[in-house]
T-cell receptor, first 111, second 112 residues
């Protein structure tokens, strides 16, 4: 079945530093979604990428979808303490119904 | 705006007991997902329903079952509970295929 791998598992940065998390799928994805989960909270949708090579930006966040539609990345420029949380990528299964999450990257930002 | 509602928020059960978790998706959303999330883990896909029919099945134990009712709410039934079933259980709904999933606040199940 589809496996979505994500690295790194943890990242600890100083406020103002950049952060990147990478997501790789064993199969070609129709689309990829990114979610953020704050400690004690529930996953919250950030963005969806659909096209090969697509790049989308949300303020300090930049999302990329690989040309082969098997990998994706999330880059945060100049992190802030409000960026703390776990970032998950998620892809639909071959059936199109299941949404499978990567292991997530937990980001800790210290002032 | 209406969100996904889950009940109860917290549940404590003893081993071998049963538990029923409820989920009320956002109105006019056609798909419901159930996830199990252990401490420090990613959400593990359990099962999904599209228009009240089971659409996909993930790592759901045989002791668990789920269904979606005519009013689109869904219930996850868990029997013969084990200590390892202690986790946060999320329900999520989507309006249509390949769109963003809206998650409920989750039900924290503790099996003692």
């Amino acid at each position: 079945g589809q496996q979505v791998m994500q690295i790194p598992q943890y990242q600890h940065v100083q406020e103002g530093e950049d952060f990147t998390t990478y997501c790789n799928s064993s199969t070609t994805l129709s689309n990829i979604q990114w979610y953020k989960q704050r400690p004690g909270g529930h996953p919250v949708f950030l963005i969806q990428l659909v096209k090969s090579g697509e790049v989308k930006k949300q303020k300090r966040l930049t999302f990329q979808f690989g040309e082969a539609k098997k990998n994706s990345s999330l880059h945060i420029t100049a992190t802030q303490t409000t960026d703390v949380g776990t970032y998950f990528c998620a892809g639909n299964s071959n059936s199109g119904y299941a949404l499978n999450f990567g292991k997530g990257t937990s980001l800790l930002v210290t002032p | 705006a209406a969100g996904v509602i889950q009940s109860p928020r917290h549940l404590i059960k003893e081993k071998r007991e049963t538990a029923t978790l409820k989920c009320y998706p956002i109105p006019r959303h056609d798909t419901v997902y159930w996830y199990q999330q252990g401490p420090g883990q990613d959400p593990q896909f359990l099962i999904s329903f599209y228009e009240k029919m089971q659409s996909d099945k993930g790592s759901i134990p045989d002791r668990f079952s789920a269904q979606q009712f005519s009013d689109y709410h869904s219930e996850l039934n868990m029997s013969s509970l084990e200590l390892g079933d202690s986790a946060l259980y999320f329900c999520a709904s989507i309006r249509t295929a390949n769109t963003e999933a809206f998650f409920g606040q989750g039900t924290r199940l503790t099996v003692v």
